[in-house]
Nanobody, 123 residues
Framework: QLELVESGGGLVQPGGSLTLSCAASKFTLRPFAIGWFRQAPGKEREGVSC????????DYTDSVKGRFTISRDIAKGSVYLQMNSLKPEDTGIYYCIAVANTDVADMRAFGSWGQGTQVIVSS
């Protein structure tokens, strides 16, 4: 079952930074493009960023451009989301998942959603 594990969330003040990690316990992420999604309280899940299999292509939703950076370590088989200048509206549960497209507006996730990692941006 294609399920990934997210980590690195927490409570941070506005303007702060967090780095989220995405990994798999039973297989490698190498064959897959990976997307990050988030779900804020009372809102639908939205795409945040994605990265291609080899990391040469990335995309971001407009609200995080210039603040978030997605990357991957091919050797380790992990994907990361560096989040800087965090805002209260970035609060939510963040999920990573395999995706078919490296277009953040149409990522087409497949596999199973994991538990996610919670990010709270608050003073």
């Amino acid at each position: 079952q294609l399920e990934l594990v997210e980590s690195g969330g927490g409570l941070v003040q506005p303007g702060g930074s967090l780095t989220l990690s995405c990994a798999a316990s039973k297989f490698t992420l190498r064959p897959f493009a990976i997307g990050w999604f988030r779900q804020a309280p009372g809102k639908e899940r939205e795409g945040v960023s994605c990265i291609s299999k080899l990391g040469e292509t990335t995309d971001y939703t407009d609200s995080v451009k210039g603040r978030f950076t997605i990357s991957r370590d091919i050797a380790k088989g992990s994907v990361y989301l560096q989040m800087n200048s965090l805002k209260p509206e970035d609060t939510g549960i963040y999920y990573c998942i395999a995706v078919a497209n490296t277009d953040v507006a149409d990522m087409r996730a497949f596999g199973s959603w994991g538990q996610g990692t919670q990010v709270i941006v608050s003073s």
